[in-house]
C-alpha cells in the first residue's frame, strides 16, 4: 500500500506545518479499548522529558551519525518490550485522523507514510493499537520504556535504523502538543504513538502515549 520508492526527497519529506499539526494533534488510535483489569503500563517520571520547550531537543551528547536516504519501513523492533512486529502504510482518515493498523491483528504497526521516514533528518511517526477488543496488541507495554532502550525500524532498502529513547511521555489527546511531539530537532528522529491514560467504554482513552527517540546507528 502506499506510494513506491523513490520520488523527489521533497515529496517525501512532507513538512510538519500547521496543516500536518492541525491534522494530527489529538491522535486517537484507539476508539474502542479492550476491558482489561490492570490497563498498559504508564510512562514513568523516571522517563519524562526535562524542561518544556516548544520542540524537545534532547540535552545529553550524541554521536552524530549519518542521515539515511527515504526508504519505507517494513518492520519494527523493541527489544525490551519484546515488539518484533511488521510495518504497514498508514495515511490519514476521512475525519483527519492519522489512521492505525487494522485493529483485528494485534500484532500490527504503522508509519505514517506522508510524513519522513525512519532514518531520513526529520522526525518520523509509527503508530499502533494498545489493545483492542480481544486484549493487548502492538504497544500494549510501550510506556514502561525507560530511557535509553533501543527500538529498530527494518527498511525495505536493508537498512535498520537504530534508535535511543530519550523520553516517554502521555498527553491528553484533547491538548496533544503537535508541535513539541512532531517538531523537527534536525536529526533522525522517531516518535512511537499509542493511547494511553485513562479508560471509559464511553470515551475510550484518553490520552496517547509517545516515545521519543534519536537515531543513534544504522546497519
Same mark, same amino acid.
Given at each position: 500500500?502506499?506510494?513506491?520508492?523513490?520520488?523527489?526527497?521533497?515529496?517525501?519529506?512532507?513538512?510538519?506545518?500547521?496543516?500536518?499539526?492541525?491534522?494530527?494533534?489529538?491522535?486517537?488510535?484507539?476508539?474502542?479499548? &479492550?476491558?482489561?483489569?490492570? #490497563?498498559?503500563?504508564?510512562?514513568?517520571?523516571?522517563?519524562?522529558? !526535562?524542561?518544556? /520547550?516548544? $520542540? %524537545?531537543?534532547?540535552?545529553?551528547?550524541?554521536?552524530?551519525?549519518?542521515?539515511?536516504?527515504?526508504?519505507?519501513?517494513?518492520?519494527?523492533?523493541?527489544?525490551?518490550?519484546?515488539?518484533?512486529?511488521?510495518?504497514?502504510?498508514?495515511?490519514?482518515?476521512?475525519?483527519?485522523?492519522?489512521?492505525?493498523?487494522?485493529?483485528?491483528?494485534?500484532?500490527?504497526?504503522?508509519?505514517?507514510?506522508?510524513?519522513? &521516514?525512519?532514518?531520513?533528518? #526529520?522526525?518520523?511517526?509509527?503508530?499502533?493499537?494498545?489493545?483492542? !477488543?480481544?486484549? /493487548?496488541? $502492538? %504497544?500494549?507495554?510501550?510506556?514502561?520504556?525507560?530511557?535509553?532502550?533501543?527500538?529498530?525500524?527494518?527498511?525495505?532498502?536493508?537498512?535498520?535504523?537504530?534508535?535511543?529513547?530519550?523520553?516517554?511521555?502521555?498527553?491528553?489527546?484533547?491538548?496533544?502538543?503537535?508541535?513539541?511531539?512532531?517538531?523537527?530537532?534536525?536529526?533522525?528522529?522517531?516518535?512511537?504513538?499509542?493511547?494511553?491514560?485513562?479508560?471509559?467504554?464511553?470515551?475510550?482513552?484518553?490520552?496517547?502515549?509517545?516515545?521519543?527517540?534519536?537515531?543513534?546507528?544504522?546497519?
Amino acid at each position: 500500500m502506499g506510494q513506491e520508492e523513490g520520488g523527489s526527497e521533497h515529496r517525501r519529506r512532507s513538512p510538519w506545518g500547521a496543516l500536518a499539526l492541525v491534522m494530527l494533534t489529538g491522535l486517537a488510535l484507539m476508539r474502542n479499548g &479492550a476491558d482489561v483489569t490492570i #490497563g498498559p503500563p504508564q510512562p514513568a517520571a523516571a522517563a519524562a522529558l !526535562t524542561g518544556r /520547550p516548544e $520542540v %524537545f531537543v534532547p540535552t545529553t551528547p550524541l554521536v552524530p551519525v549519518e542521515p539515511l536516504a527515504f526508504s519505507t519501513a517494513s518492520r519494527i523492533t523493541i527489544g525490551a518490550i519484546r515488539i518484533d512486529a511488521p510495518v504497514i502504510e498508514v495515511g490519514l482518515d476521512q475525519d483527519g485522523w492519522v489512521q492505525a493498523p487494522p485493529p483485528d491483528d494485534p500484532n500490527l504497526a504503522g508509519w505514517y507514510q506522508n510524513g519522513v &521516514a525512519p532514518g531520513q533528518r #526529520g522526525t518520523a511517526v509509527m503508530v499502533g493499537h494498545v489493545d483492542n !477488543t480481544r486484549g /493487548p496488541a $502492538v %504497544f500494549y507495554g510501550l510506556g514502561s520504556l525507560k530511557k535509553g532502550n533501543h527500538v529498530e525500524v527494518t527498511r525495505a532498502d536493508g537498512h535498520i535504523a537504530v534508535f535511543e529513547v530519550y523520553g516517554v511521555e502521555v498527553y491528553d489527546k484533547n491538548n496533544f502538543p503537535g508541535a513539541r511531539v512532531y517538531g523537527d530537532t534536525g536529526h533522525p528522529e522517531l516518535r512511537v504513538i499509542t493511547c494511553g491514560g485513562g479508560f471509559t467504554r464511553a470515551r475510550g482513552y484518553d490520552g496517547n502515549v509517545v516515545v521519543f527517540a534519536r537515531m543513534v546507528a544504522s546497519r
